[in-house]
């Protein structure tokens, strides 16, 4: 069974977890959300959430793919915490893949990630990803094993993207259709 890892730190953008969570559930992969800290994260409009687990309980190396939800200060809070930028890092080198919405792609960039990367962020953040190759007009992009998308109005598609790659594109067309989505269909993998 596929397995996902989506970190939230206070601040985080609602829909950009919840519906990643939602999705990736309904298609039968494993998801642990991990919260940096102990207890309930508060995201950025005041929904108190309670993860599966601390970030400091799980192994970033027992996951096929992590997830970074954007919002504000929640990217900030991923930014500056060293243990994520670690499971970053081993999950990169471990072959693993990377995603992250909105403004959280900054993140990726800024552990190195994005490097000559093509990657797409929330419009206001496209400046902050270094040395990708920023694309605007994409709404989810997949390079290899980073997957980026742009915002909260992108997350279901975001989230079909990623059950496309984790277990098919049928099973992401169904999960579509049953959902009544009004997106497009995930196109192949680029």
Do not use: W
């Not at 079909?160 to 009544?180: D, F, T, Y």
Request: negative net charge; glycine residues 8%.
């Amino acid at each position: 069974m596929a397995s996902v890892l989506i970190i939230l730190a206070d601040g985080f953008e609602e829909i950009e977890a919840v519906a990643v969570i939602d999705v990736l559930r309904r298609a039968d992969v494993k998801v642990v959300a991990a919260g940096v800290k102990d207890g309930p994260i508060t995201s950025a409009r005041g929904l108190r959430v309670i993860p599966d687990a601390a970030l400091y309980a799980v192994r970033a190396l027992d996951f096929d793919m992590l997830v970074l939800p954007g919002g504000m200060p929640g990217t900030d809070n991923l930014a500056k915490d060293e243990r994520v930028k670690k499971f970053v890092r081993e999950m990169s080198e471990g072959g693993k893949y990377m995603a992250a919405i909105c403004a959280a792609p900054y993140v990726l960039s800024d552990s190195g990630i994005l490097a000559d990367k093509k990657a797409t962020s929330h419009p206001s953040f496209q400046e902050k990803l270094k040395a990708a190759v920023v694309t605007a007009t994409e709404r989810v992009v997949v390079d290899g094993k980073v997957v980026t998308s742009q915002g909260a109005g992108t997350a279901v598609e975001f989230a079909l993207r990623l059950v496309e790659i984790l277990v098919g594109k049928e099973r992401a067309e169904a999960i579509s259709v049953a959902m009544v989505c009004a997106c497009v269909p995930p196109a192949g993998l680029n």
